[in-house]
């Protein structure tokens, strides 16, 4: 059974750093790409990042990029996201997805999701 | 402003067809880069509804199905039930935008 389980969310003022991790099991971590997912208190969902099989590939979305660091560890089957300078539209909850294939294309979908972490940014 | 329009709720009586609209533009869906559906009930994470346009993952129902035309894709579900009330999501891809992963801004399905 495929199982992602996310933690390090929490209360953080603006400004500071956070490091989300996504422990993966029940599939071999290292043939598929990853993803982050957050959505906002009562909104939508919205791309954060993704990472290649490899991390030979990483994307971010505009509103993160050059903040937040995707990475993985596949010899622990691990995700990370390092998230910096935090802000308070940076409040949402952060789930960790599996896509369907190894790398970042145009191809593919997010066929299993973490129950994700509660992220918030707040003085 | 999500790069796909989706409308904010849509709501039938049990046992009736609806269907949510999924709106984008040719650097998206009209590229033709395939659209993924979502369900999220309140509380619980996003799960696979529909995946390339039209194709269900096994345990979803058939009364669940997806299409696509030109810049835009549906979804339609027949015979609704109380159960089925939830959010639901499209996917796709974008070209032009750095924003590799593009999603729906979400419909609210309620069953009245």
């Known amino acids: 059974e495929v199982q992602l389980v996310e933690s390090g969310g929490g209360l953080v003022q603006p400004g500071r750093s956070l490091r989300l991790s996504c422990a993966a099991s029940?599939?071999?971590?290292?043939?598929?790409?990853m993803h982050w997912v957050r959505q906002a208190p009562g909104k939508g969902l919205e791309w954060v990042s993704g990472i290649s099989w490899n991390s030979g590939s990483i994307r971010y979305a505009d509103s993160v990029k050059g903040r937040f660091t995707i990475s993985r560890d596949n010899a622990k089957n691990s995700l990370f996201l390092q998230m910096n300078s935090l802000r308070t539209e940076d409040t949402a909850l952060y789930y960790c997805a599996k896509k369907t294939l190894s790398v970042l294309s145009t191809s593919g979908y997010l066929n299993y999701w973490g129950q994700g972490t509660l992220v918030t940014v707040s003085s | 402003q999500s790069v796909l329009t989706q409308p904010p709720s849509v709501s039938g009586a049990p046992g009736q067809r609806v269907t949510i609209s999924c709106t984008g533009s040719s650097s998206n869906i009209g590229a033709g880069y395939d659209v993924h559906w979502y369900q999220q009930f309140p509380g619980r994470a996003p799960k696979l509804l529909i995946h390339g346009n039209s194709n269900r993952p096994s345990g979803v129902p058939d009364r669940f199905s997806g299409s696509k035309s030109g810049t835009s894709a549906s979804l339609a579900i027949t015979g609704l039930q109380a159960e089925d009330e939830a959010d639901y999501y499209c996917q796709s891809y974008d070209s032009r935008l750095s924003a590799h992963v593009v999603f729906g801004g979400g419909t609210k399905l309620t069953v009245l």
């Open positions: 029940g599939f071999r971590f290292d043939d598929y790409a």
